[in-house]
T-cell receptor
Framework: EDKVVQSPLSLVVHEGDTVTLNCSYEVTNFRSLLWYKQEKKAPTFLFMLTSSGIEKKSGRLSSILDKKELSSILNITATQTGDSAIYLCAVAMNYGGSQGNLIFGKGTKLSVKP | DTGVSQNPRHKITKRGQNVTFRCDPISEHNRLYWYRQTLGQGPEFLTYFQNEAQLEKSRLLSDRFSAERPKGSFSTLEIQRTEQGDSAMYLC????????????FGNGTRLTVT
């Protein structure tokens, strides 16, 4: 059965800390791995990773994929209270030409305390 | 705002009633997806449209659920004879053509079945 596992499920840090969120997957016919941030409602897109070892970066957030280990990490440096959210990892498979049948993990709930 | 729009935002209904939700995707996106999310879980794929054609359906989509996208623009998701287990957030997403186009999600419709 295809699955995506995220760890930890929840994390509490203080402003300024650096955090690393983990995502591992077991899927058939992998296409890409995506990270989303979900605050109160809509998941918002952060990164899409298709190639191993190439870091994607956006401000204080960065992510990298390891296809050999079937995993990805999302790093957030110098955390701020606005980073508090659920971070979702999802994997897309090569199925029917669509990117849409994403398999999501349960998410990591990050709480950043002032 | 040209993001994905969903209506209504909240719906409370009694068990056994029918409900219908609407999704308006980003205008240039030809792909549209429905997901369901319950508390503490990541979104689960329900169905996918490319233009007006429904190309994928999850086995989660029982025969009480039907989705349409008649003109390849907005979509509706109908649930007939609702059950308490249908209570969830129903998320719509859209994406543009292309092999690696990420999904952009709407704010969802929260359904409560009493």
């Amino acid at each position: 059965e295809d699955k995506v596992v995220q760890s930890p499920l929840s994390l509490v840090v203080h402003e300024g800390d650096t955090v690393t969120l983990n995502c591992s997957y077991e899927v058939t016919n992998f296409r890409s791995l995506l990270w989303y941030k979900q605050e109160k409602k809509a998941p918002t897109f952060l990164f899409m990773l298709t190639s191993s070892g190439i870091e994607k970066k956006s401000g204080r957030l960065s992510s990298i994929l390891d296809k050999k280990e079937l995993s990805s990490i999302l790093n957030i440096t110098a955390t701020q209270t606005g980073d508090s959210a659920i971070y979702l990892c999802a994997v897309a498979m090569n199925y029917g030409g669509s990117q849409g049948n994403l398999i999501f993990g349960k998410g990591t709930k990050l709480s950043v305390k002032p | 705002d040209t993001g994905v729009s969903q209506n209504p935002r909240h719906k409370i209904t009694k068990r056994g009633q029918n409900v219908t939700f609407r999704c308006d995707p980003i205008s240039e996106h030809n792909r549209l997806y429905w997901y369901r999310q319950t508390l503490g879980q990541g979104p689960e794929f329900l169905t996918y449209f490319q233009n007006e054609a429904q190309l994928e359906k999850s086995r989660l989509l029982s025969d009480r659920f039907s989705a349409e996208r008649p003109k390849g623009s907005f979509s509706t998701l109908e649930i007939q004879r609702t059950e308490q287990g249908d209570s969830a957030m129903y998320l719509c997403a859209s994406s543009s053509p292309g092999h690696h186009s990420p999904l952009h999600f709407g704010n969802g419709t929260r359904l409560t079945v009493t």
